[in-house]
């Protein structure tokens, strides 16, 4: 998602800079070799070895007037095109190209797009691009067509991520992190939305040094070393921030987090003022948790036995719910729900219990990324080996799609 056409210009033309370093026309130790132009038959052949006669002499003297000159047309064109200046100019300098008979090293030559080919090229090492940091894409549209896609049961889930995330990120200055809460049973797509939603802001997706991803029991094991832990997150915490001005922070097995680490994560989420900034700060926390499933769950069965669709099942009915037992847990020691009554949570995002068509669906999905053949038989033998509750019903899948991808094993050749 772009961050409107100042930054853009800014990151290309931060781009352009070094490009026409690199192509520069001083003939410097390092710069790399032009490309060959149409200069190269007046040059004559040298045989290796031949000392650097005269002739040798002006035919490199021209070689590099003629890349001093192509830089030359490259920075009019950039001007104009980044910054809207000298436009007349360069209008002329076309024109007359274009007019001669003559080849020369001109955009029509070479290609407008010559420059913008460059730069993108240039830019995917470095940090100067449409978001201003190459690591950061914010491809909302993108996340929005996956979701679609490949997000099966979840038609809160798929609507309310989209909305929220595009609103922050449209957002001058956002006045406080974006908190994000995601309940439901395990395999109901908790984790996989987490996964798209960093590969789409982030060109690296979870690899990328803007994301950090925290798991409970794995990162946080033992109570006793608590202290050590929150010195530990908030200097994680803080180093990451330093290096992205949009950073995406997952907790995993939130309902498992150790209420004393709420002290290192607590002042990172809360309100600030970004006045002074010259880049408004942007972080992003997702906690991921099973509770809360029951109650969903329940929903989710009563609408069944009314008839009603799932898809009737509002936002603002599963919410005020899921807060109410969330805030309950919280006199039980869950730490992660007493950011509720702090209002630093910003939205409790739900995850309905998968049926069985669900489940064919990720059985199809998951032969599809192995490349591998399927009947819709196969589909169906793969959703029979899954636990459906509750009991008498059948109706949803114990393990939502979890086990899915390990299931289709069973029929390979």
């Known amino acids: 998602m772009g961050q409107g056409r100042l930054p853009a210009r800014r990151g290309l033309g931060c781009c352009i800079l070094v490009l026409l370093l690199l192509l520069g026309g001083s003939g410097s130790p390092g710069t790399p070799p032009p490309p060959r132009g149409p200069w190269a038959e007046e040059q004559g052949a040298v045989a290796e070895g031949e000392p650097w006669g005269r002739a040798r002499y002006e035919a490199v003297k021209k070689h590099l007037g003629a890349v001093g000159a192509l830089s030359k047309h490259y920075w009019r064109y950039v001007a104009c095109k980044v910054w809207q200046e000298g436009c007349e100019e360069e209008e002329k300098e076309q024109e007359e190209r274009q007019s001669s008979p003559i080849p020369s090293w001109g955009f ?17 090492f470095g940090k100067c691009c449409e978001t201003g940091d190459c690591r950061i894409i914010n491809n909302i549209t993108g996340l929005e067509a996956d979701l679609s896609g490949q997000l099966h049961g979840q038609h809160l889930a798929k609507e309310v991520v989209v909305r929220v995330l595009q609103g922050f990120l449209q957002s001058p200055r956002p006045r406080k992190a974006l908190v994000l809460s995601f309940h439901g049973w395990s395999g109901t797509g908790k984790n996989f939305v ?7 802001l982030y060109r690296d997706g979870l690899k990328s040094e803007c994301v950090r991803v925290f798991v409970s029991l794995l990162h946080f094991p033992h109570h006793n070393y608590v202290d050590s832990y929150k010195a530990q997150l908030q200097r994680q915490i803080s180093e990451t921030l330093r290096r992205c001005r949009q950073a995406l922070f997952i907790f995993d097995e939130a309902e498992k987090l150790h209420s004393g680490l709420l002290d290192a994560i607590r002042p990172f989420m809360a ?11 942007r972080s992003i926390f997702l906690f991921l948790s099973n509770l809360g499933g029951n109650t969903i769950n329940e929903v989710a069965l009563d609408f069944w036995r009314a008839g009603r669709a799932r898809e009737e099942i509002s936002m603002e009915l599963l919410e005020q719910r899921l807060r109410l037992e969330l805030q309950e847990a919280a006199e ?8 509720l009554r702090e209002n630093l949570i910003d939205v409790v995002v739900p995850f309905l219990p998968l049926e069985y068509h669900h489940v064919k669906l990720c059985a199809r999905d998951a032969f599809l990324a192995r490349g591998l053949p399927y009947t819709e038989a196969t589909l169906d033998q793969v959703a029979q080996m899954m636990v459906f509750v509750p009991k008498e019903e059948k109706l949803f899948s114990a393990q939502g799609c979890k086990s899915v991808p390990q299931r289709i094993n069973y029929f390979l050749p």
Do not use: M, T
């Open 194 to 200: 987490a996964r798209l939603v960093a590969s789409h």
């Open 271 to 281: 309100h600030h003022d970004s006045k002074g900034q010259a880049e408004p700060q």
């Open 332 to 339: 039980s020691s869950y730490a992660h729900s007493h950011l």
């Open 108 to 124: 029509p030559l070479v290609g407008q797009d010559y420059l913008e080919i460059l730069s993108a090229w240039y830019c995917s």
